[in-house]
């Protein structure tokens, strides 16, 4: 074969491998874009769910109604089916079932929330909201088996917030009270009246323990 010929066959080889690489980085760059056009579309969409049943769920609370309650819990899962991940949709779900009676089924989406990686999405105060939130529903599945743990939660949203959260600490000291170490729910109600002075959880755990509040 003349040198000429497979000269030209070897360009027109490599011109076609070219246009192939070409096309096929274009068809990359374009479901790439287009993912990126779907994700935006459902986070957009699951904001619009948080933040209904975010009022659905305040409703609920300042007037009792299951049915509010309910609500809130169809927009939690309508988020949660566009963005799987967000812990703020788990969080909302965690909620609405609280409100429900389902604490079981509310601690398995507060776990969920506070799981890797879906924590890391979270702001240190919402980290620290939840925490507490979920050492409340520890407690309330089984205060005896969960108490430990609770204080674990408790323990860390403390320090996450640098011990200006009376209600966690207010918390704390009762699951000291419950595990019979006095001196340290004294110590935990002692920083809630630091916090709130006018703190009745704290001014009531302290009496319990025998402690004037004066």
């Known amino acids: 074969m003349a040198p000429e010929v497979v000269l030209q066959l070897a360009i027109l080889t490599l011109t076609v491998?070219?246009?192939?690489?070409v096309h096929h980085l274009r068809q990359r760059g374009g479901q790439n874009r287009s993912r990126v056009r779907t994700r935006n579309r459902d986070s957009l969409q699951s904001?619009?769910?948080l933040v209904q049943g975010s009022r659905l769920l305040a409703r609920?609370?300042?007037?009792?109604?299951?049915?509010?309650?309910?609500?809130?819990?169809?927009?939690?899962?309508?988020?949660?089916?566009l963005t799987p991940r967000d812990p703020a949709a788990h969080i909302l779900k965690a909620h609405a079932l609280d409100l429900m009676g389902h604490h079981a089924a509310a601690l398995k989406s507060m776990d969920s929330a506070l799981s890797s990686p879906h924590v890391k999405s979270l702001s240190q105060r919402e980290r620290q909201e939840a925490l507490v939130k979920r050492a409340q529903l520890k407690l309330a599945v089984n205060k005896r088996r969960r108490v430990d743990s609770a204080v674990d939660d408790l323990v860390e949203a403390v320090s996450l917030c640098e011990g200006n959260d009376s209600e966690a600490l207010c918390l704390l000291g009762q699951c000291y009270e419950w595990k019979g170490n006095k001196?340290?729910?004294?110590?935990?109600?002692?920083r809630a009246i630091e916090v709130e002075p006018d703190s009745s959880e704290a001014h009531s755990g302290l009496d319990r323990l025998g402690l004037s509040t004066c």
């Open 17 to 21: 491998a070219i246009l192939y690489v």
């Open 47 to 49: 904001e619009r769910h």
């Open 60 to 81: 609920a609370r300042s007037n009792p109604d299951r049915a509010h309650s309910k609500s809130a819990l169809l927009e939690a899962d309508e988020a949660l089916s």
């Open 183 to 190: 001196e340290k729910a004294e110590e935990a109600f002692k």
